[in-house]
């Protein structure tokens, strides 16, 4: 399926921030970048864009959408200083087909258009995407608003007082909305919510309720302050442990913000993450008191910038499955090494043969505590729910980090070993009741 995406208007309230809104930047993207990446995961590949104002840079700044891993063609709009629903009309001659719309300030969840897609449409009708809920960083003032009847969209606009829902600005439309624009165009009203009302006076204009995920107009400086903030609070995770909601996913989140106006890679970030835990690991490995404190802060440090890759990764639209697995085995990697570092340092120092096999039951722990905490939660998250204070590798190394400011390895490896394992067996015990 295609996407039209109108960036044709002049954008005059964030004027401030750019000559061009459409490619306003934000964390490390333009608006409209983040509107085709988004539309992207959900398996959208070809665009339409509508362009007038700045509309050669818009053109020369995405290209043919190659570096972004789409296509994208060009639509001029002459008549961009008059009402969107113009810029819409421009795509008649292009558009063939059922299509997605879309507008190049928008935020939103690619969960949207997954579902939407998914959407049972006749020749003569389209679909709009209705908020019903009042989200915190929506301006319900400046919104245009919707009422809503069995599923039908009943009136709309901005002054509307007796309302139910409120126009997301995203929409799957057929080629009828030309008719339709046609028609309110010829009537006086040039805007894409007069051809809404047409449709709604024949009952061809469905409502599809999206209340339950994010979506956001940026259309003033105290909407891009609303964004920023709405992108930076998606990236904490239900499976943080206690220690990354507390304090690693804070201190990652301001490093992450810095490392979005360099040109690095999640995945050298995730290399960066085990250097540090690495160079930890030698500290540990010498013993002395000093190294062992040096160990534990690259240690803590390494658990921090653990997170980031991550959040680099779903603030620039570039998660892959293989950053993902790439991630997980440096970390098994770094783990192993970090409690042989401890095990070696400590043997060194003390001569204490136990710590051997202390050390080898804390690894064995740390493994099966990481590998059953992804099965944990990919496989079984829809059914069980998430334990808010889970064992997970957060957890583990800031033990390790305190354990070596304290000089107390085998004292900590006995912990280690204790609850890893604990975990581990819990999680089996729970998950063969669930699922017996």
Sequence with gaps: MKALILAAGL????????????????????????????????????????????????????????????????????????GNGISVLKAKDFIQEPFILLMADHLFDDKILFELQKQTIEDNECILCVDKNRHKYLDVDDATKVLIEDGQIKDIDKQLN????????????????????EESITSGNESLSAAIKVLANRQKMKAFDISD??????????????????????????????????LNRPISIKISELLLKTKITPNQISLISFIAALFGALFFYIGDYLYLVIGGFLVQLSSIIDGCDGEVARLKLVETKYGGWFDAVLDRYADAIIIFGMIHGHWLVHNDIIIWTIGFIALVGSFLNSYTADKY??????????????????????????????????????????????EAIRRLVVLRFKHA
């Design 213 to 246: 995920k994010y979506w956001l107009d940026v259309d003033d400086d105290n909407a891009l302050k609303n964004a920023k903030s709405l992108l930076l609070e998606k990236l904490k995770k239900n499976t943080d442990g206690p220690i990354s909601r507390i």
């Design 377 to 422: 939660d990919v496989i079984f998250r829809k059914t069980i729910k998430v334990n808010r204070m889970r064992m997970g590798r957060d957890v583990r190394l800031f033990l390790i980090f305190i354990g070596a400011l304290s000089n107390q390895i085998l004292i900590t490896l006995v912990i280690l070993a204790i609850i890893s394992n604990f």
């Design 11 to 82: 954008g005059i309230r964030q004027k401030e921030n750019g000559d061009s809104k459409p490619l306003i930047p934000l964390l490390g993207l333009s608006f409209i970048e983040r509107v085709i990446l988004t539309a992207k995961k959900s398996g959208i590949i070809d665009f339409q864009i509508v362009i007038g104002y700045k509309g050669k840079r818009i053109q020369k700044y995405l290209g043919s959408g190659e570096k972004l891993g789409v296509n994208i063609g060009y639509i001029y709009n002459d008549e961009w200083r008059k």
């Design 162 to 181: 007796d309302y139910n829902g409120i126009d997301t600005g995203i929409f799957l439309c057929t080629p009828v909305i030309f008719d339709a624009l």
